[in-house]
């Protein structure tokens, strides 16, 4: 990865990792409603996976747990924001919320609710590719806990069955709200789950984005040559609870703080000091100007933005003026 | 693009006007595929896509594996981007382990994603009760499927409309639902010889009169018309008849100005009358005509029970014509 690359995904991530702090202020002033997911801890993930990926072609969809990957997928920030606030500029328009960011014109296909949900419809993404005959792909991120449902077998199984162009991205935050993963899965290591659908895997450390970029390079290769699908695991760690109402009392503190000294911006911080590419200060003065354009641009942004007018709220439910709904007559 | 009125005929069976519609959608559009248990080699259960495996091909009419949730969730996703999925349920009881995909994606994406994303599938699956198939397979679900906002749902009650309702369903950008019934892929009809696109909402008068309204859909439309020659004929009662083809949304005027004409409404369903077609019409009547009304409307429904194998239980669980033209006479007191 080239210095300036590895420089941009530093601020990237900080950026991210701002933006979901300034989301949890906002939260508590009631800014934001509804239920509330945070990636704090996981930037790495997101950030090294995408980066692999080509970002003018293919296609990203996901959990409720989606912000970052909107926003690294191309989605401005302030409508981000604006949407957690609930406002008519929000990406969804308001009607979405923090678990349904859309943001279609970069192939930002969502975030999704239902725990599971998004696994075949991101098969469903490269089954629609697949028949354009197209070279774009579709990257589906997901939890571990995810990976007890059926959709994930039954996806997987029609993914290979298929040579479907789908990369799966297990986020291995070890938790499914509070139940541990040992607690949950019978197999800890979710990578190995698809070899019962042949579906080749590797699982990499979540924390260091030049490693996930490295494992999701080789992912991203093997699906866009048409080999079918991928499948990634990533150890990572979330450092708030599951959700804001989430009080986060079933974790050990000695495993809280052994995580926290793999941060995924501190250890790339640390290794451009080292290396002598940033000083301190230069990262102290990123960081300031980041707080500073999360504050004067996005939430300015959020908070000024109009609500929908609540006389539209029958909009969105069906096609509007859809010539077939009168068998073609116009 | 004609409305079938009119045009040339042929007399098809439902089946062969459901595979017709299959054939040609898949001949117009080569982002149209049909998926499905059993849709390919088979050639579908009833026969629905018989010959299309070998006339698309394996990757356009799918077998899948039975993973109803799985493949009703790819046929979605895959419509976010072009595709115009055709997915075939083997038997509505199935739909049951689809919900999660039909509900919480299909029906909602257009709405939470503020109108970026939508989902034109058609799910088509025959529903309604055929002959001692047990409670598991007996179900009729068309109350479930039109309870829920972002979802239209459509029943044929004949092979016009089969054909005709079909086709539209390819095409509209809405997820379309369409109830079909087992115990009808063998009836006769005709249906117009080129291209006909049934309209997706509204009702059919599919017999005048002014004495009564009876309201049936898909399999129930059949014991209405048959109930309503028996009236004529043996109490000189005038029913008309209304075919509600779209349960959603429902013909909101078509219902009114139907009341308006007779004053009276018997509404006929296969399914238990618990939050079912009858009880949402009649809340129709009550807000739409409550006035015209000269008696109470009257429900006739299958019993609250799950569907029994045997053969006079199952008989007496169901509603037919005899129970309408029942329903009728105690109306008027003949
Ligand atoms: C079908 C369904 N069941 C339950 C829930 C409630 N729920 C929301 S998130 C969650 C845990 C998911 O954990 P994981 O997949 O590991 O993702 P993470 O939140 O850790 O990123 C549960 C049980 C849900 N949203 N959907
Ligand atoms: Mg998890």
């Known amino acids: 990865m080239k210095l300036a690359d590895k420089k941009r995904l530093l601020r990237e991530m900080l950026f991210a990792r701002r933006f979901e702090e300034r989301c949890y202020e906002a939260y508590v002033e009631r800014n934001i409603g509804g239920f509330l997911h945070l990636y704090p801890g996981e930037e790495a993930c997101a950030h090294g996976v995408l980066e692999a990926a080509d970002f003018d072609n293919d296609y990203v969809i996901t959990s409720y747990r989606d912000h970052v990957h909107a926003i690294k997928w191309g989605a401005d920030p302030r409508k981000v924001m604006a949407e957690l606030y609930a406002k008519e500029t929000g990406v969804s328009k308001g009607r979405g919320g923090s678990m349904h960011i859309f943001d279609v014109k970069n192939r930002f296909m969502g975030g999704y609710a239902l725990v599971g949900g998004p696994f075949p419809l991101a098969a469903g993404i490269a089954k629609a590719i697949q028949m354009k005959q197209g070279k774009e792909i579709c990257i589906c991120f997901l939890g571990d806990a995810a990976n007890n449902q059926g959709t994930f077998h039954e996806s997987m199984n029609m993914a290979k069955l298929w040579n479907l162009p789908v990369l799966y991205v297990c986020e291995n935050n070890l938790y499914g709200i509070g139940t541990r993963i040992d607690r949950s899965t019978a197999v800890v290591d979710q990578y190995k789950r698809v070899s019962a659908y042949n579906i080749p895997s590797a699982q990499e450390d979540g924390q260091d984005v030049e490693k996930v970029y490295k494992a999701a390079t080789k992912a991203i290769n093997h699906v866009r040559s048409g080999k079918g699908p991928y499948f990634i695991e990533l150890m990572t760690y979330r450092y708030r609870g599951h959700s804001m109402s989430d009080s986060n009392a079933y974790r050990a503190r000695a495993e809280e703080r052994m995580w926290s000294k793999r941060d995924p911006i501190i250890m790339l911080r640390d290794r451009l000091i080292e290396d002598g590419h940033l000083t301190k200060k230069d990262y102290t003065d990123m960081d300031t100007e980041i707080l500073d354009e999360i504050e004067n641009e996005v939430i300015v942004f959020a908070s000024e933005s109009p609500e929908p007018h609540v006389s539209d709220v029958e909009r969105y439910v069906l096609a509007e003026n859809d010539p077939w709904v009168r068998g073609g007559v116009q | ?334």
């Open chain 2, 1 to 334: 693009m004609g409305q079938g009125r009119g045009a040339v005929m042929a007399e098809l069976m439902f089946w062969e006007a459901v595979r017709r519609a299959h054939d040609e959608e898949l001949s117009n559009d080569p982002m149209v595929l049909v998926m499905g248990e059993d849709v390919g080699v088979v050639g579908g259960t009833y026969k629905a896509t018989l010959g299309l495996y070998d006339k698309y091909g394996e990757d356009r009419v799918i077998d899948t594996p039975i993973s109803e949730n799985g493949f009703t969730g790819l046929g979605i996703g895959a419509s976010f981007i072009g595709a115009r999925p055709i997915i075939e349920i083997m038997s509505v009881n199935f739909a049951w382990l689809a919900m999660d995909q039909i509900f919480n994606t299909a029906a909602k994406v257009r709405y939470m994603s503020g109108g970026q994303l939508e989902a034109p599938v058609v799910i088509r699956s025959p529903g309604g009760t055929a002959h001692q198939l047990g409670s598991q397979h007996s179900a009729r679900m068309e109350k479930v499927f039109m309870g829920i906002a972002g979802l239209r749902v459509v029943t044929p009650s004949n092979p016009r409309q089969a054909y005709g309702l079909l086709k539209s369903a390819v095409r509209c950008n809405d997820p379309v639902f369409i109830n079909e019934h087992e115990l009808m892929y063998n009836m006769k009809g005709e249906v117009p010889e080129e291209d006909y696109f049934h309209p997706l909402e509204g009702s059919e008068i599919v017999r005048p009169g002014r004495d009564v309204t009876l309201f049936g859909y898909n399999i129930s439309v059949h014991w209405c018309l048959q109930a309503a020659e028996l009236l004529s004929r043996h109490h000189g009662i005038e029913a008309e008849v209304i075919d509600l083809y779209a349960l959603s949304p429902l013909d909101r005027s078509g219902i009114r100005d139907s009341v308006t004409r007779t004053h009276r409404a018997v509404i006929v369903e296969e399914a238990e009358p618990m939050v079912g077609v009858g009880a949402e019409v009649m809340a129709i009547i009550n807000e739409e005509c409550f006035y015209e009304l000269d008696a109470a409307p009257v429900r006739v429904s299958a019993l609250n029970v799950p569907i029994p194998y045997n053969h006079s239980l199952e008989k007496t669980a169901l509603p037919d014509a005899n129970d309408v033209v029942e329903a009728v006479r105690s109306m008027f007191g003949v």
